[in-house]
């Protein structure tokens, strides 16, 4: 099982960027893929979830400017990031396996892609 995250990168305060995650060895719309995110001297922390049968969640205090969004076909899961804002810089992973907002919940891990959000 792979998952290659990419699209990581700087932005200005205010920006958008949007952040892919492929995902190769396991059929995609068996799983819950999610996407996580660790700040330096922080610990991973929940950003949002979208389980087999599209239901999402998103970490309250992102909702309304992170949209996690999936492509069966592309085995691909995307995030969306709006208004961000320089305590959004970290390293975002995405991750998959059951439905949920703890690390420990996911048994399949992406290497990590660094967002960085200028002030």
């Known amino acids: 099982v792979q998952l290659q995250a990419s699209g990581g990168g700087l932005v200005q305060a205010g920006g958008s960027l949007r952040v892919s995650c492929a995902v190769s060895?396991?059929?995609?719309?068996?799983?819950?893929l999610a996407w996580f995110r660790q700040a330096p001297g922080k610990e991973r922390e929940f950003v949002a979830t979208?389980?087999?049968?599209?239901?999402?969640v998103a970490a309250d205090s992102l909702k309304g400017r992170f949209t996690i969004s999936r492509d069966n076909a592309k085995n691909t899961v995307y995030l969306q990031m709006n208004s961000l804002k320089p305590e959004d810089t970290a390293v975002y992973y995405c991750?998959?396996?059951?439905?949920?907002?703890?690390?420990?919940?996911?048994?399949?891990w992406g290497q990590g892609t660094q967002v960085t959000v200028s002030s």
């Open positions: 991750a998959a396996g059951a439905f949920g907002r703890r690390v420990d919940g996911y048994a399949y």
């Open positions: 060895g396991v059929t995609l719309s068996n799983y819950a």
């Open positions: 979208m389980g087999w049968n599209g239901g999402t």
